[in-house]
Nanobody, 113 residues
Framework: VQLQACGGGLVQAGGCLKL?????????????MRWYRQAPEKERELVAT???????NYGDSVKGRFTISRDNIRRTVYLQMNNLRPEDTGVYYC????????WGKGTLVTVSS
């Protein structure tokens, strides 16, 4: 199983970014996918989840601003991030659990004030 995330960058507060994570080596459509993030000197936190049935769930801090989605044909999960805040700064990781946790390499999002 491999997860390749991309789409991070530097953006001003109030701006937007869209992250992508392409999966390989598994039956993507059957798996729940997650985005986590880790801010400097903080623990990794769950940002958003999307199930195989496209049900979604979000961390309280991103509700109403972030949207997780998936394209099973492209084997890709997305995270649309709107109205970004400086506290959204961190490394974002895509994740799935299939007998164990698999993590993408991480993509850095920096939001300037």
């Amino acid at each position: 199983v491999q997860l390749q995330a991309c789409g991070g960058g530097l953006v001003q507060a109030g701006g937007c970014l869209k992250l992508s994570c392409k999966a390989s080596g598994l039956n993507f459509s059957l798996n729940t996918m997650r985005w986590y993030r880790q801010a400097p000197e903080k623990e990794r936190e769950l940002v958003a989840t999307i199930t195989s049935g496209h049900s979604t769930n979000y961390g309280d801090s991103v509700k109403g601003r972030f949207t997780i989605s998936r394209d099973n044909i492209r084997r890709t999960v997305y995270l649309q991030m709107n109205n970004l805040r400086p506290e959204d700064t961190g490394v974002y990781y895509c994740n799935l659990y299939l007998h164990r946790d698999y993590w993408g390499k991480g993509t850095l999002v920096t939001v300037s004030s």
